[in-house]
C-alpha cells in the first residue's frame, strides 16, 4: 500500500489536526495579552506539525505490517493456530473463504462429471458413425447408388467433425497441460484434413488448389490440425456449390502465413469485428445454417496459447480468408 493511499485513509485524523491547529493559533492572534508571541505561535506549529508527520510515518509502517500479515494470514487460511489481531474479522473472511471454496469444488466436481460424460458419449457414437462409413463404401460399389453414396458418406462425415467439435471443445477448459510442441509441417497436417474431408469436397463440388505448403512450424500438430480443418469446414460450409476454395502460404519477415481462402457468402462489415467473439453466428450463421458460434473463439483461444495469430479478410459476397500467422521468433516457452 502506498503512503499516498495511505493519508487518503487517515484523512480525518489530518483534517482534525488541522483544525485544532488553527483554533489555537486563532485564539492565541485574537487574545490581547498573546498577541506578542507570535515566536512562540510558530515554535508550536513547527513542533505540532514534525510531530504529526512522525506519527504519519509510524502509523503508515504499522499498518503496512498488519496489511501484510492478513494477507499472509488469508494465503495459509488452512494452517491452524495463526495469530491475528482482529480474530473476529479474520474469522469472517476465512468462513467466507471457505464457502466459496466448497462451492468451486462442488462446480468443478459437476464439470468433471460433465466432461467424463461427454468422452463417454463421444467414444460409444463413434462406433455407429464407423459402420456408417463402412456402409457407404459398400453402396458406392454399386453403379446406380454412387450418388446416394456420396450423401451418406458426407453426412458421415459431418456428423464425425461435428463429434470431434464436441470433444475439443470439451478440452478446450485445459488445453494448457494438453500442448506438446514438436516440429510440424504444414503441408502434411493440411493433407490430413483434406483427406478426411474429401466427401464434403466431392458431395459440395468444390475446386481445390492447394499452393506450396511445405514449410515447419513448431507448435502442437494435434490442435493445429484440429484448427486447420475447422476453417476449411467454415470454409466449405458457406461457399456455394461448384465453388473455390485456395491454400496456400505468404512468408514476411514476421514469419508465414497460412490463408485458407474460399470464393462464396463472405462476411459483412459488421461482423468481421465479432467472428472470434463467444458464441458470435452473425448473419451468414443464422442465414446459411446452424452454427454454434464457437469454433473460431477456440481456435483464437488456443493460438494465442501457442503464441500464433488469426485474422480474417472479407468482401461479402466475393471472398473470405482465414490466415494463421506462424512467427518466426516464437517463445513456444511461454506455452509451457
Not at 42 to 64: A, Q
Not at 77 to 92: A, G, H, M, Q, S
Amino acid at each position: 500500500m502506498s503512503l499516498l493511499k495511505y493519508l487518503k485513509e487517515v484523512k480525518l485524523f489530518l483534517f482534525l489536526v488541522l483544525f485544532i491547529m488553527i483554533i489555537v493559533d486563532v485564539t492565541i492572534l485574537l487574545d490581547p495579552n498573546l498577541s506578542n508571541s507570535i515566536d512562540t505561535l510558530i515554535y508550536i506549529n513547527i513542533l505540532s506539525t514534525l510531530i504529526t508527520i512522525l506519527f504519519i510515518f509510524f502509523g503508515y509502517s504499522k499498518y503496512k505490517r498488519k496489511i501484510r500479515k492478513f494477507i499472509n494470514a488469508i494465503n495459509n487460511i488452512r494452517e491452524e493456530n495463526i495469530e491475528f489481531e482482529n480474530d473476529y474479522f479474520y474469522e469472517n473472511i476465512k468462513k467466507l473463504i471457505e464457502d466459496k471454496e466448497e462451492e468451486v469444488n462442488s462446480l468443478r466436481k459437476e464439470l468433471e462429471e460433465i466432461n467424463d460424460y461427454m468422452t463417454n458419449w463421444i467414444h460409444e457414437v463413434k462406433i455407429p458413425i464407423s459402420v456408417l462409413q463402412i456402409i457407404g463404401r459398400r453402396v458406392n460399389d454399386i453403379d446406380e447408388s454412387r450418388e446416394l453414396s456420396k450423401q451418406i458418406n458426407s453426412e458421415v462425415s459431418r456428423i464425425d467433425k461435428l463429434v470431434e467439435q464436441a470433444m475439443y471443445s470439451s478440452r478446450a477448459g485445459n488445453y494448457n497441460s494438453d500442448f506438446i510442441i514438436n516440429e510440424v509441417n504444414l503441408e502434411q497436417a493440411v493433407k490430413e484434413v483434406i483427406k478426411k474431408n474429401k466427401y464434403q469436397f466431392i458431395y459440395n463440388k468444390i475446386d481445390l488448389q492447394v499452393g506450396f505448403l511445405d514449410k515447419t512450424v513448431l507448435t502442437d500438430k494435434k490442435w493445429i490440425t484440429h484448427i486447420i480443418e475447422l476453417i476449411i469446414d467454415n470454409a466449405i460450409k458457406y461457399s456455394h456449390i461448384g465453388g473455390k476454395i485456395e491454400i496456400y502460404l505468404n512468408e514476411n519477415k514476421k514469419g508465414c502465413e497460412l490463408h485458407i481462402k474460399d470464393y462464396g457468402m463472405g462476411i459483412v462489415p459488421q461482423d468481421i469485428e465479432r467472428v472470434f467473439d463467444k458464441g458470435f453466428t452473425g448473419e451468414n450463421g443464422r442465414k446459411k445454417t446452424k452454427s454454434t458460434g464457437m469454433g473460431l473463439y477456440i481456435s483464437k483461444k488456443i493460438l494465442n496459447k501457442l503464441s500464433h495469430d488469426i485474422d480474417v479478410i472479407s468482401t461479402p459476397n466475393e471472398f473470405c480468408d482465414v490466415y494463421i500467422t506462424f512467427y518466426d521468433l516464437s517463445d513456444y516457452f511461454n506455452v509451457t
